[in-house]
């Protein structure tokens, strides 16, 4: 008999949460501002961008860039880094290469949309020829992604970035 009471409480015991509630987890405030964003519709006629926005922290995204400055010359750019927001506005700075001036620009987040601008070193971000950040880019998902595909269509994780 006592091994079966035993057996009753160690099975009861171990399914309880013995007056634990769970805690939902904690929705990080910039959620609302991931998934990915797009502007144009073919290189060859317009110039088109591609944005990937990760929701990483309360006060931070990452992001990826994926740009094109459209026919004749098809010039391609592409970045990827981490922006601090505050009320709905970021700012990216960084230096690429040996370079004097960084790259700098602003995210601003409005309704469905994403509005970069550059502010310094439109052209010390790596683009080619007429590549710019600058522009508006309409919201296409509102997914987190967990992965962008690079300009040679590599899967690169946001997590495992190393910024």
Known sequence: MFKIILSVFL???????????SQPQKQISTLKFA????????????????????????????????LNAGSPSLSMGAIYGRAKIKNATGLFATRIGSSED?????????????I???????????FGHRVFVDGTFKRI?????AYFL?????????KELKL
Not at 102 to 114: D, I, M, R, W
Not at 141 to 145: F, I, L, R, Y
Not at 150 to 158: H, L, P, V
């Open 35 to 66: 998934g990915e964003y797009a502007y144009g519709s073919s290189a060859e006629k317009e110039e088109v961008g591609f944005a990937s926005i990760y929701a990483e922290s309360d006060s931070t995204i990452l992001f990826y860039l994926d």
């Open 150 to 158: 690079n300009q040679e269509t590599e899967k690169i994780y946001f």
């Open 102 to 114: 960084s790259c700098q620009f602003s995210f601003k987040f409005k309704s469905n949309k994403l």
């Open 11 to 21: 099975f009861l015991s171990g399914n309880c949460l013995c007056g634990q509630v």
């Open 116 to 126: 970069l601008q550059t502010l310094n070193g439109q052209y010390n971000c790596g």
């Open 141 to 145: 998902s509102k997914k987190n992604p």
